[in-house]
């Protein structure tokens, strides 16, 4: 077998002595205090699509391998070992098969094996029945023929065809190693894990409270004693906490322009990290149900998308336009811009645009007296109501008036997974900077998170010819031709790709934020209070 990159191996070799290596400067103890901002729908990250379960219960498991939870950037470049010691490909690209780590146990004690890996994509790939409610990575595993063990300590991941990129599945945060021994409803309300923090209480809509594992694997880690989440719905309640010292962290880039003045102002002393989140507003039309089954309708709630006027209301012009790959210099995939030139609602003259809108409306008998009446669903929290008001507002000048449905998030991702909607504003995490993560999970036949089940067929074949591709730059101009080509369907339109910030105090140290994903840093085994 030969070795996906040298850094990799490298890495893999250096672990015992890195692991081994003591501690210079971090102190150990203390509780670190953050704040959430909702109730998250379970705690099962396998289950659930949402940072608000993924942040804080990455810190409960581990993966094969994960981004190098201090670098800059996650892509195969920076990788670690987790349970996982090292990893090889066999030489047609078909086979990756790890080492796995010795001697690791899950927190109720009963020893980590190659048998709970296979368990677990068994499950993600739906050959085996473990009480999961949802699996929205499944799409994600398409290529995946099966999952075979070597023993204890040895498995294979055995692929249909060559995928560059399937390695880079299993390295974020919503690919943690589940134990075959525990169930669905466990893992929902108390996860066990391998990981640096053991979850001690899930109270819905009131907190999670996590305490270190002190038979973690890794020597030395964690360091913090436990991390405890407050719940707090209120955006500007939790931020005015964070101010006042009530909190060391806050929520991921829950920190938004407006709001990060103010906090800069009244708490100069605290680091704050404005970035892209790989996060981004869409429009979600039910294409299914009358009359948006109607493509000129469709058309017309394109055309009436003023995509600058979201950017400087949402962010003071901090957030960026794209299509549905992250935009540069952030995002690695992002299109050039002229690829969007000729899709309804991208061009400069929004005036022209929209009096093409309110035409096609009124050829199907809409106008200013007798608008198309419609509820526009959103989740309700404020990242999801701000872009959704604003949107009612826009469709409104094409002759559509939208009244808000809000959705508490313990029911949203259902309501869209059944398609009990008719037309949403969502944001949408693309959880791994690649191009096979957000095309099979967005916008594949049949996926369970394509919210509108769109369904093409010859792009459903160039997503798998792109990801077939070896070739970098001949595999991105490829991406960029279906991203224009998703927009000029009205896949999914792709509005603004969000920046926010992500606040903690002086004191708190041993965080890295990537630039790339909001979802893949939250590890939390580093972190230290200097005090």
């Not at 270190?212 to 360091?223: A, C, H, I, L, S």
């Not at 809108?357 to 106008?367: A, F, V």
């Not at 409104?396 to 949403?424: C, F, M, P």
Request: one cysteine or more; a neutral charge; proline letters at 6%.
């Amino acid at each position: 077998m030969r070795p996906l990159h040298a850094t990799a191996l490298a890495a893999a070799l250096l672990a015992p002595a890195l692991l081994a290596a003591p501690a210079v400067a971090q102190k150990s103890g203390g509780v670190l205090k953050a704040y959430h901002r909702d109730n998250p729908p379970s705690a099962s990250i396998h289950e659930e699509a949402t940072i608000s379960t993924d942040q804080p219960f990455m810190a409960v498991f581990n993966n094969l391998v994960v981004f190098d939870q201090h670098a800059k950037t996650n892509s195969l470049e920076h990788l670690q070992p987790e349970l996982g010691t090292s990893w090889a490909w066999s030489e047609d690209g078909t086979k990756l098969t790890f080492k796995l780590r010795e001697g690791v146990q899950w927190h109720d004690g009963k020893p980590f094996t190659s048998e709970d890996v296979k368990c677990t994509w068994d499950t993600i790939a739906g050959k085996r029945e473990d009480g999961w409610r949802k699996n929205p990575r499944k799409p994600w595993y398409f290529n995946l023929e099966e999952v075979t063990t070597n023993g204890k300590y040895e498995v294979t991941f055995n692929l249909k065809r060559p995928q560059p990129s399937f390695l880079a599945f299993l390295s974020g945060g919503f690919s943690p190693v589940y134990p075959c021994h525990v169930d669905g409803r466990t893992m929902r309300a108390k996860p066990i894990g391998t990981g640096p923090f053991k979850v001690a209480e899930f109270k819905q809509n009131e907190r999670i409270r996590l305490v270190k594992n002190e038979n973690y694997w890794k020597e030395g880690r964690p360091y913090l004693d436990g991390i405890d989440w407050t719940i707090i719905t209120a955006r500007s309640t939790r931020v005015l906490a964070f101010i006042a010292g009530e909190f060391d962290l806050t929520f991921a880039q829950d920190v938004s322009i407006p709001l990060l003045a103010d906090v800069q102002s009244k708490a100069p002393d605290a680091y704050c990290e404005l970035q892209a989140s790989n996060v981004h507003g869409n429009l979600l039309v039910n294409r299914e149900a009358p009359p948006f089954d109607n493509a000129e309708i469709r058309r017309a709630m394109m055309l009436a998308i003023d995509r600058k006027a979201f950017v400087t209301v949402l962010s003071q012009g901090k957030d960026t336009i794209g299509g549905a790959m992250l935009p540069v210099p952030a995002g690695v995939w992002g299109a050039p811009a002229e690829y969007f030139d000729k899709v309804p609602g991208y061009g400069p003259d929004i005036e022209a645009n929209r009096a093409e809108g309110r035409k096609i409306m009124e050829s199907l008998g809409y106008g200013p007296d007798n608008p198309l009446r419609i509820k526009v669903a959103t989740r309700n929290i404020a990242i999801y109501r701000d872009p959704a008001v604003i949107l009612m507002d826009q469709l409104s000048r094409v002759h559509i008036a939208g009244e808000l449905d809000t959705i508490e998030t313990g029911n949203w991702y259902s309501r869209l997974a059944r398609k009990d909607y008719q037309v949403g504003l969502n944001v949408t995490g693309v959880g791994i900077d690649d191009p096979d993560v957000n095309f099979y999970e967005n916008y594949s036949c049949g996926s369970q998170r394509n919210y509108t089940n769109y369904c093409n067929r010859e792009i459903q074949d160039l997503f798998d010819k792109q990801s077939a591709m070896s070739d970098f730059e001949a595999r991105r101009k490829l991406v960029w031709e279906i991203d224009a080509k998703l927009q000029a369907d009205g896949a999914r339109p792709i509005i603004y790709h969000s920046h926010a910030a992500t606040c903690w105090q002086p004191y708190v140290k041993g965080i890295t934020r990537a630039t790339n994903s909001i979802y893949n840093n939250w590890r939390m085994e580093d972190a230290w209070l200097d005090k």
